[in-house]
């Protein structure tokens, strides 16, 4: 006879196990019942509940209950029947994208085409409505998969907020920098030990929604090793391909997802390791260097509220002569993009605000002649 007081239950302490996991089990059946998931994936789901119950009713415990009850977790999380409406007003999307970004034009005139084409066959989903369904028009919008290339700071990942927030659809960004293993984005088998969902099913659970726009981040920077990045690679085309990504399946859900009604957007650096496969079904824009009278424009009209804002100064506080931009953008400021631009306003504005602080009246003229005193002497020449 055991008498090991770590092993031994009683007839009590076993029921009420039992009893309380049970309970458990109610509620994870409750909670796949009252979920969107579709009918064959509960189903097949219930089909292991039922199983847990029959082993719960006579009295042991099953190690399968922390597993499936994280698998009804997330196949209940993800959004099945929920998208967000869309904004097609070419107006609007164009009155917030000249809002946030100057120029710009080819990236902005290529989604107010897309806009338009959304609300003409919207329009015609409408009419159709009004016939017998045998007289009705299968239609899709089909978003194009674009794919922004060029060097970092031009505006890639924040244009694509833009774009998200024109439409009036959530915004998620993927970083793919450094990505060790492909399932990252096709997540990990359930009878795995670190099992859980990719990338892209987590993207769908955080905003909600089956139609976000997902930016997909520096694809070109996937992994140096060959083979990786050829699966990597492969994954992305099942992604972002229109004719393949309807169902799409990820290895921990291992369930057809429909990610055609999401708008990609992919960045890059440049093309080098991208596969000619995957180069096929994406629309390249390249994104091209700003020239210093853009800059000046972007940092006057864009930066310098924007960092004004964030310190909680105004221009009443902070005034930059005009003879000051030249000097910051260059060679100070120069790069391809505007984060050191950016860098340098702030740095200057913080100087600022610690003037003001300590009891100079403003305000603070920042002149050609003062300039090293609010910017950083080890960044270089001023002039």
């Known amino acids: 006879m055991n008498l090991n007081p770590t092993n031994y239950q009683s007839p009590s302490s076993s029921q009420g196990v039992a ?5 458990e089990i109610v509620q994870l059946r409750n909670k796949l019942t009252s979920s969107n998931a579709p009918v064959e994936l509960k189903e097949e789901t219930m089909r292991s509940v039922d199983r ?46 000249d809002t946030t970004h100057y120029g710009m034009n080819t990236v902005k005139n290529l989604i107010l085409d897309y806009l338009s084409v959304m609300q003409l066959k919207t329009r ?9 369904i045998n007289q009705r028009e299968v239609t899709r919008v089909v978003a194009p998969v674009l794919l922004f290339v060029g060097l970092q700071g031009v505006g890639k990942t924040s244009i694509t907020e833009s ?30 030990l670190d099992s859980e969902p990719g990338q892209i099913i987590k993207a769908l659970v955080r905003t909600g929604t089956m139609n976000p726009v997902i930016l997909i981040d520096e694809i070109e920077k996937a992994a140096t090793n060959v083979g990786l990045l050829n699966d990597v690679m492969a994954a ?26 999401v708008f990609f957007v992919c960045t890059a650096n440049n ?8 180069l096929d ?51 100070v400021g120069f790069d391809a993009g505007l984060r050191q631009l950016e860098r340098n306003i702030a740095t200057m504005i913080r100087s600022a605000a610690r003037e003001i602080v300590e009891g100079k009246t403003p305000p603070i003229i920042i002149s050609p002649e003062n300039l090293r005193e609010y910017v950083l002497a080890d960044q270089g020449p001023l002039s």
């Open 236 to 261: 992305l085309l099942e992604i972002l391909d229109p004719e393949q990504n309807h169902a799409f399946i990820d290895h921990y859900i291992d369930y057809p997802v429909d990610l055609s009604r």
């Open 19 to 23: 009893g309380d996991m049970i309970a």
């Open 281 to 331: 079904r994406l629309e390249v824009i390249r994104f091209t260097s700003y020239s210093d009278e853009e800059k000046k424009v972007i940092a006057q009209s864009y930066l310098l509220p924007r960092v004004l804002a964030n310190t909680g100064l105004t221009k009443e506080y902070v005034q930059i002569m005009e003879e000051v931009w030249p000097l910051i953008i260059r060679p």
């Open 271 to 278: 093309l080098g390791g991208l596969s000619a496969a995957l």
């Open 124 to 132: 015609r989903v409408h009419r159709d409505t009004e016939l017998p």
């Open 52 to 97: 847990l119950e029959r082993i719960a009713k006579l009295g042991s415990y099953s190690s399968e209950f922390e597993k499936i009850d994280k698998y009804v977790d997330w196949i209940t999380r993800i959004p099945w029947a929920t998208v967000t409406q869309d904004n097609l007003n070419i107006q609007n999307a164009k009155q917030i994208m």
């Open 163 to 192: 774009i998200a927030n024109s439409m009036g659809r959530k915004f998620v960004r993927i970083s793919l920098g450094a990505i060790g293993d492909v399932r990252t984005l096709r997540g990990v088998p359930r009878h795995e």
